[in-house]
């Protein structure tokens, strides 16, 4: 399986880096950032923001920033759409969403929807994915919490 992992408004720099040392370690083929997620390198930045950001995000991607295939996205709705084009599935992971089919992780049928190509979306830590991207979403799942608190932290989901 192929995946491509999209960070779309993550707002931590912690978090962004905690999820992309999991997605090298997991063999993330590339990492879409897009939204207000903080970018690594980012050249559009002063000098002394960048390095800011830098820092704070190898803190916890600990080099892994530097070994994924990572680009900036300004505009992930036409990126999604070429990526469906091109084939690949648009798999959102999101929790307690309504009026819309979304399938457990642990979910016997799930296995037999998904494709060897996927998108994966992590949203936004608090509101989660924005719904103007649900449209171009192809499915989307979540994982099943078993004690009290609704939801993962976005890095921990990922």
Not at 29 to 58: C, F, M, Q, W
Not at 59 to 64: D, N, R, Y
Not at 126 to 149: A, C, H, R, T
């Amino acid at each position: 399986m192929k995946l491509i992992l999209v960070l779309d408004n993550i707002r931590s720099t912690y978090n962004v880096g905690a999820i992309l040392r999991t997605a090298e370690g997991l063999g993330v083929s590339r990492g879409i950032l897009s939204g207000y997620t903080p970018r690594v390198h980012d050249a559009n930045l002063l000098p002394h923001l960048r390095d800011k950001l830098d820092h704070e995000i190898h803190k916890t991607a600990l080099g892994a920033e530097d070994l994924l295939d990572i680009y900036s996205c300004g505009d992930i709705i036409s990126e999604l759409k070429n990526l469906k084009k091109q084939g690949w599935q648009i798999v959102g992971l999101e929790n307690n969403i309504e009026n819309v089919p979304i399938y457990a992780l642990n979910d016997p049928r799930l296995k037999k929807k998904l494709t060897d190509e996927i998108v994966l979306i992590l949203g936004e830590e608090v509101n989660g994915i924005d719904y103007s991207l649900y449209d171009i979403i192809d499915l989307f799942v979540e994982i099943p919490m078993k004690g009290q608190k609704e939801s993962f932290n976005v890095s921990v989901a990922a």
